[in-house]
């Protein structure tokens, strides 16, 4: 994917994450995850602390779904500067963004081989059928 269709994808992600609606008991486990991590103002992180967030996020042991649901509540926080170099952060070092990772199901903090991420985006792309042409209306 080139680094236009990146920054396309990463702007969306940004975008949708500001219209999640999470309840005041979310915001608070979300938040809290966050200041474990090192963050204690999203909104004035800087490439240092970024690299702090990623390495404690590739040390979790958190599915899928909570990573994904930190990272929008991060991105309603934090400079979209920042949520960029996060989302296109490789932290498991498996040559796939984060945010593709969390696109395809792949786990976000464990390397992942060329195999498995094929039959996630095999998975993710999978053939539909196309309509009978010989079907009579």
């Known amino acids: 994917m080139g680094n236009f269709q990146q920054q396309e994808q990463i702007e969306l992600i940004i975008i949708q994450a500001h219209?999640?609606?999470?309840?005041?008991?979310?915001?608070?486990?979300?938040?809290?995850?966050?200041?474990?991590?090192?963050?204690?103002?999203?909104?004035?992180?800087?490439?240092?602390?970024?690299?702090?967030?990623?390495r404690y996020l590739n040390s979790c042991e958190a599915s899928n779904e909570f990573v994904a649901n930190v990272i929008n509540r991060l991105a309603q926080l934090a400079p979209a500067h920042i949520m960029t170099k996060i989302l296109l952060s490789d932290n498991d070092g498996d040559g796939v963004?984060?945010?593709?990772?969390?696109?395809?199901?792949?786990?976000?903090?464990?390397f992942n081989t060329p195999?498995?991420?094929?039959?996630?985006?095999?998975?993710?792309?999978?053939?539909?059928?196309?309509?009978?042409?010989?079907?009579?209306?």
């Open 19 to 54: 219209s999640e609606s999470f309840t005041d008991e979310e915001k608070v486990i979300y938040d809290d995850f966050i200041a474990e991590t090192g963050v204690e103002n999203p909104a004035k992180m800087t490439a240092a602390t970024v690299d702090v967030f990623i």
């Open 97 to 110: 963004p984060l945010y593709q990772e969390l696109q395809l199901g792949t786990k976000a903090t464990v």
């Open 115 to 137: 195999s498995e991420i094929a039959a996630a985006q095999q998975k993710q792309y999978q053939f539909f059928p196309i309509r009978n042409s010989d079907i009579e209306l």
